[in-house]
């Protein structure tokens, strides 16, 4: 049709009413609204909470992508910057707030020390990455990384939103989303999900040998 032009291979908008309709999609609308108001939980390990919080300040302003309205609760947080070394003491607690966010949640791993341990990685008290325990969307490496490079994990982020479908994100699933299992801190940190494992290791070494000695694992 001469008098109108096409916004969309199916779908044709006169061209009276081009300023005031547009044509898009239910997925970009909604991942619009949420790039662009992603609520960081207030949340600091080490020293890469200090370029965390300078990322925050006016230099930086964070509030051009609609992310400087740090919250300080988990049940008002859409993003968890994991910023620092996270000892084997703090992972129940960081697993802990994780649940306690509502969908959709996010995680950015800041720093090399969250990201796989750091200079720390071979300590008897630090894990190997956080990506271990909660799921990761975003790494940002350094040590500590600076103010750009935690807006570049976040712009990053963004672009995973863009990406992403209703009818694919998990929190639209069908049936409930489960918790991940909080860590049990004894002599070592303990991840639940191995019990079964743990269970067959012991199973092994409880069944005698045939000259009735324990047998090795």
């Known amino acids: 049709m001469p008098n109108e032009l096409s916004n969309n291979n199916d779908i044709s908008?006169?061209?009276?009413?081009?300023s005031q309709v547009t044509i898009t999609t239910l997925d970009k609308i909604y991942n619009w609204g949420r790039r662009s108001s992603i609520w960081p939980m207030v949340f600091g390990l080490a020293c890469c909470a200090i370029e965390m919080?300078?990322?925050?300040?006016?230099?930086?302003?964070?509030?051009?992508?609609?992310?400087?309205?740090?919250?300080?609760?988990?049940?008002?947080?859409d993003l968890m910057i994991v910023s620092g070394t996270v000892t084997k003491k703090m992972v129940p607690q960081i697993v802990?707030?994780?649940?306690?966010?509502?969908?959709?949640?996010?995680?950015?791993?800041?720093?090399?020390?969250?990201?796989?341990?750091g200079p720390f990685k071979e300590g008897y008290n630090v894990v190997s990455g956080i990506d271990k325990f909660v799921p990761v969307d975003v790494y940002v490496p350094g040590c500590p990384p600076t103010p750009q490079a935690l807006l570049h994990?976040?712009?990053?982020?963004?672009?995973?939103?863009?990406?992403?479908?209703?009818?694919?994100?998990?929190?639209?699933?069908?049936?409930?989303?489960?918790?991940?299992?909080?860590?049990?801190?004894?002599?070592?940190?303990?991840?639940?999900?191995?019990?079964?494992?743990?269970?067959?290791?012991?199973?092994?070494?409880?069944?005698?040998d045939l000259d009735g000695s324990p047998a090795e694992a």
């Open 13 to 18: 908008v006169p061209i009276d009413l081009q």
């Open 153 to 208: 994990g976040l712009i990053k982020l963004q672009e995973k939103i863009d990406h992403q479908s209703i009818k694919k994100v998990r929190w639209y699933a069908d049936g409930d989303s489960e918790a991940v299992p909080i860590p049990i801190l004894g002599p070592d940190l303990i991840d639940p999900r191995q019990h079964s494992i743990f269970r067959q290791q012991s199973a092994k070494k409880d069944v005698p």
């Open 96 to 117: 802990r707030l994780y649940n306690q966010m509502p969908e959709p949640k996010y995680v950015l791993s800041m720093g090399a020390c969250a990201c796989g341990g």
């Open 53 to 77: 919080i300078c990322a925050a300040a006016s230099r930086f302003d964070i509030a051009r992508f609609g992310m400087e309205v740090f919250r300080a609760t988990p049940r008002q947080a």
